[in-house]
Structures are given as C-alpha cells and as structure tokens.
C-alpha cells in the first residue's frame, strides 16, 4: 500500500500531474525509497534522469543511493559535445534527448529513471545514448510504466519497476 500515490493529480487533461507528490517531503522520501528498493542488491555508480521531471526523481534517487547523477538533456539544451538521438513520443511528435560526451567512461552501470513512461519510445532512447556511450543498464524505475505495445519490448529487455497502478486511488 501507497498512501502516497493519492497525492497525483488525476483530475487533469492529459498526462496526470506528479507534482503535488513531488511538493510532500515525507511522500517524496517514500517514493525514491519505493523506487530504489527493487535495486538495493544491484550494484550502480549512476542514476541517469531524463529532462524534466525525471531530473527531480533522479537526482533524489542518486543522492539517497549515494552515487553520481547523469542528466539526459532534451535535445538542443546542452552547450558542449553531445550525443543525440531522436525518436516519436507518445504525442507522436518527433523529439531529441542529448547526452554530453565524456560523462560516461565506457563502464558503469546505470539505472534510469522518469516520472512516467508512456510508449517507451523516449526511455528507449535514453537507454540508446547511455549505451552508445558504453555504460549497461542495470534497470529502470518509474511512477508509472504504462502498458501496452510500446512498453513491452522495454519491460521484456530490461529489470523494470514502478509504483503506480490504475488502481491506486482505491489502493491509497
């Protein structure tokens, strides 16, 4: 059980709002502790967030497990060398997330994480950059990882874990 997870905001237009969960201190601590706890026997030297509210998750998530946070930008933010990539979100709008080269030395292991994952497509193409740098994914966290024919190929490839359940509001 989740009390916590009655903090979102699902009376909004479109994606539901995580922040009112994220303004709690005592819900926030419970859900980076909730997010990490599947990995607390897996090794991992980063915590990459992907641009914006992953950035929130993932920096408190790196600060707790006590190692380095590694920020995936969206594209066209960053001001030095970058590698980028693009794919479709689940607006179906054509997207770039970027990764500042020299970050990553070819060998950590990282976990990835966002505030929720709707198709995948733009997880997957964070875990492409952090990859094409030559680290490995150690596993994914989310509020939420949705489910359906996009998410499928991330749930089956990597150690996935989330929080949230359609089921929440009457888990609370």
């Not at 996935?160 to 888990?171: E, L, P």
């Amino acid at each position: 059980m989740r009390p916590y997870l009655s903090l979102i905001d699902t009376a909004t237009n479109g994606r539901y709002d995580v922040t009112p969960l994220f303004s709690d201190r005592v819900a926030f601590a419970k859900l980076v502790l909730d997010l990490l706890a599947p990995f607390s026997g897996v090794a991992f030297d980063l915590v990459a967030g992907i641009d914006a509210l992953g950035f929130i998750l993932g920096a408190a998530m790196a600060a707790t497990a006590g190692c380095g946070f590694l920020p995936i930008r969206k594209g066209g933010r960053l001001p030095g060398g970058s590698r980028s990539i693009s794919f479709r979100d689940y607006t179906g709008g054509e997207k770039t997330l970027s990764l500042r080269r020299g970050l990553l030395r070819g060998r950590e292991q990282v976990l990835m994480v966002d505030d929720w994952i709707e198709t995948g497509a733009q997880m997957s193409a964070a875990i492409r950059l952090v990859q094409l740098e030559g680290a490995a994914i150690v596993g994914v966290a989310a509020i939420n990882i949705d489910r359906n024919e996009g998410t499928e190929e991330l749930l089956r490839l990597h150690r996935c874990h989330f929080v949230w359940s359609y089921d929440a509001a009457s888990d609370a």
